[in-house]
C-alpha cells in the first residue's frame, strides 16, 4: 500500500508545474487591445520598421470595415478594396490584381509586419496564441505603455500597449534574413481610431494614377524583382523555414 503514496505524490507534483507553467491566454492587457480594435470602423497608422543594424522604413497602414486595406512601404502598395487583391511594384509602377478572398486578406495581415494590429479584421486573431504575459511599463518616444509577450507557438512578439488608446501602439520580434537573426522594431508615429467605415470610394483603396496593370506571367522573374512580393505575402516562410520551406532567397525557393 505504501509504495502508491510515491506515485501520488508524483502526480501531485507535477499538477503543479503545470499548473506553474500554465498558459495566459487571458491576458487583460491583449484583450483590450483586440476587443478595442474589432470595434473600431477605421484605423489609420503612420509608422516605422526598424530592423536593427538596417536602414528606418516608413510605413502607412489604412484599414478599414468589411475589408478595406491599403499597406504602403518604401517598395510596394498592397491594397484591397473589398473585391480585389491589388500589389503594386513603386519601382516599375506596374501591378497585378487578383480576386479578393477572405483566406488572401487574413494571409496579407499575418505578416509580421502588420500582425500587430491584424485583430482589427482578423476574427480568429486569439485562435493561435498560446501564451501572453504582462511584462515591464515604461515609455516609448514619450507615450507610457506596457509590454505584453505574445507567443504563437515558437514566435514571440511582444507589444507595446498604449495606456491611454488601450491597444498596441508597435511592437517587437525576432525575425531572419539573408541567414542572419536580428530584432525588429515596429512603432507608430500618428494613429487615428474610427468608430465609422472610411467609404469604399475612398481613393486609398484605389489603385494609383498611372500605374499600369500587368498579368502575373509577364512580370520580371529575377530574385530582386519578386522578393518584395515574398516579403510582403510569405512572413511565415521568409522569417524562418517553415515546413522545411524557405522563401528568403532563390536557392530556398528552388529546393522548395
Not at 201 to 215: I, L
Request: hydrophobic share 45%.
Amino acid at each position: 500500500m505504501n509504495r502508491k503514496w510515491p506515485f501520488a505524490a508524483s502526480i501531485l507534483a507535477f499538477a503543479a508545474f503545470a499548473a506553474a507553467i500554465s498558459f495566459d491566454v487571458n491576458n487583460a492587457l491583449l484583450t483590450s487591445h483586440a476587443d478595442k480594435l474589432k470595434q473600431a470602423g477605421s484605423l489609420t497608422i503612420s509608422f516605422t520598421v526598424n530592423r536593427i543594424g538596417s536602414e528606418l522604413e516608413e510605413h502607412k497602414l489604412v484599414l478599414s470595415k468589411p475589408g478595406m486595406i491599403r499597406w504602403e512601404s518604401p517598395s510596394a502598395v498592397m491594397i484591397a478594396n473589398g473585391t480585389s487583391l491589388i500589389s503594386l511594384d513603386k519601382k516599375t509602377n506596374q501591378y497585378t490584381e487578383e480576386p479578393q478572398t477572405a483566406d488572401a486578406v487574413k494571409k496579407l495581415l499575418s505578416n509580421e509586419v502588420l500582425w500587430t494590429w491584424s485583430a482589427f479584421a482578423d476574427d480568429t486573431f486569439m485562435k493561435p496564441i498560446t501564451d501572453a504575459r504582462t511584462g515591464a511599463a515604461r515609455k516609448v518616444k514619450g507615450v507610457a505603455v506596457k509590454e505584453v509577450a505574445v507567443s504563437r507557438g515558437v514566435k514571440v512578439t511582444t507589444l507595446f500597449v498604449d495606456d491611454q488608446l488601450g491597444f498596441a501602439r508597435g511592437a517587437t520580434y525576432q525575425d531572419e534574413k539573408g541567414g542572419q537573426k536580428g530584432t525588429v522594431l515596429i512603432l507608430a508615429s500618428e494613429i487615428a481610431l474610427g468608430k465609422d467605415s472610411l467609404p469604399a470610394t475612398d481613393k486609398q483603396f484605389a489603385v494609383p494614377s498611372g500605374a499600369q496593370k500587368v498579368e502575373k506571367s509577364a512580370l520580371a522573374l529575377a530574385w530582386k524583382d519578386v522578393a518584395p512580393i515574398f516579403s510582403a505575402r510569405c512572413g511565415c516562410h521568409v522569417s524562418r523555414p517553415t515546413a522545411g520551406l524557405s522563401l528568403s532567397n532563390h536557392k530556398g525557393i528552388m529546393a522548395g
